[in-house]
């Protein structure tokens, strides 16, 4: 039964959702260990991510499924710079993120990681303005295929990836980014007069001069 429902699910499903179409008392965490093991050498496993379960193919046959199609849109860096800090310092303020990039952020560059469905506000900072805070989405999770937020890639993996130097800055560090609220953080409860309005260079389009 747990199988099929993990088959039938558009998304991931929680234990507590597997928990709710099952018989009663059903060891949840037995079922999926089983499952887990007995897809783990076939083409689809069972994985976690966002902390919900779902089949997804086997690493090393994914390119069998990999399709060529004409990309219409692509993330601007500032867009892409944009996205990995609020990943990596979440809960962060838009002016945090501009200061962390040493340059003006757009409005439009919000937006658009808002409609990929990304990024959201999480709160508000118990700081003057209460600015609101952003931070990644389940959408994050499961588009990256990460158990939660602590599993973003630290140092050794990003400099094994190219994206660091071999010897990185001194003092450089990863932060330890948190889905939980911070003890300087509000609920976030809805906007103020004119704080989402929309505005800026929209980052899909080449040649856009804002940032």
């Not at 949840?28 to 193919?57: C, P, S």
């Amino acid at each position: 039964m747990a199988e099929a429902l993990l088959f039938a699910a558009s998304e991931p499903l929680s234990e507590e959702a597997l928990k709710a179409s099952l018989p009663e008392r059903a060891n949840i965490k037995g079922i999926i260990a089983e499952l887990q093991t007995i897809y783990e050498k076939r083409g689809v496993n069972l994985v976690l991510v966002a902390e919900k379960w779902q089949f997804r193919t086997a690493p090393d046959l994914a390119f069998l499924l990999r399709k060529e199609k004409p990309e219409q849109k692509k993330l601007s860096r500032a867009a892409i710079e944009t996205l990995a800090i609020i990943a990596y310092h979440q809960p962060v303020t838009r002016a945090e993120v501009e200061d962390i990039r040493g340059v003006m952020l757009s409005k439009g560059t919000l937006d658009t990681l808002m409609e990929v469905g990304w990024i959201k506000i999480r709160g508000r900072k118990r700081t003057p303005g209460r600015p609101v805070t952003y931070g990644t989405t389940e959408a994050f999770l499961v588009h990256f295929g990460l158990e939660n937020i602590s599993h973003l890639p630290g140092m050794d993996e990003l400099k094994a990836a190219g994206f660091l130097e071999a010897i990185p800055p001194s003092g450089l560090d990863i932060p330890s980014p948190s889905d939980q609220l911070a003890a300087d953080e509000d609920p976030y409860e809805g906007p103020e007069e004119g704080e989402l309005a929309t505005g800026g260079a929209d980052p899909f389009i080449p040649g856009s001069s804002a940032e």
